[in-house]
């Protein structure tokens, strides 16, 4: 395992263990890759001897490079006086994360779409940050791509944009610039959610490429 922020903190001689389990715990919330959360550590266990017979006078913790488990995670303590080793430990450590998430208020089938009744956003302890949705904004108009139950964090893989252009439908396509804007038929020819860019066909046999802009709309910049 690839290996960075080599810390080091000054502590006196037969140091209580509890000292190296406050060193460990600042540095882990400190170098932590989770902006905007709120990071809790426990369950701190140093494997290995007693720690408090050992004459040491400052600790360095090496935090695992790219750190980004929730859970469980290992890290090599050193035990120093002056320059020298003394010991090296493992320290074992439990992370949480605590962020903004969406969180459904109401059981919701597949396929049925969310409202803003349907979720609010709450301060919970989540397992991936990356997945998790974290405003209204992301989840209010979606469907549910599988139920989802009351009180469920709601992640990104559970909900699937809205269609409302479909393949084969006749749509209202506007071809823009700054300056013009004309307005014409075509028909779609893929599905499209909005703010996708799909293509659609024109009387004159020519396709298109437009975002879809709303309900059998589709908008071509030129």
């Known amino acids: 395992m690839a290996l960075a922020a080599f810390l080091m903190l000054a502590v006196p001689a037969l140091a209580d263990e509890r000292l190296i389990k406050a060193e460990v715990t600042r540095q882990l919330v400190e170098n932590s890759p989770w902006n905007g959360s709120d990071i809790e550590v426990d369950d701190i266990r140093i494997t290995g001897p007693d720690v408090t017979k050992e004459k040491f006078d400052r600790v360095a913790v090496r935090i695992p490079r790219g750190m980004t488990n929730i859970g469980k995670v290992t890290v090599l303590t050193t035990l120093m006086s002056g320059d020298t080793v003394v010991r090296n430990v493992w320290v074992t450590a439990r992370i949480k994360v605590f962020q903004d998430a969406v969180v459904a208020l ?38 549910a791509r599988r139920p989802i139950t009351a009180g469920s964090v709601i992640r990104k893989d559970c909900v699937k944009p809205q269609v409302v252009v479909k393949r084969g439908d006749r749509v209202v396509v506007s071809v823009e610039n700054e300056r013009l804007k004309v307005k014409t038929f075509g028909t779609a020819v893929e599905d499209g959610s909005r703010g996708e860019t799909i293509s659609a066909r024109m009387s004159s046999g020519r396709e298109v490429t437009g975002k879809v802009t709303g309900p059998g709309e589709i908008t071509v910049a030129f």
């Open 106 to 143: 109401n059981s919701l089938k597949m396929n049925g779409k969310i409202t803003k009744e349907d979720v609010k956003v709450m301060r919970m302890e989540t397992r991936d940050t990356a997945d998790t949705l974290s405003s209204l904004d992301e989840a209010v108009g979606m469907l």
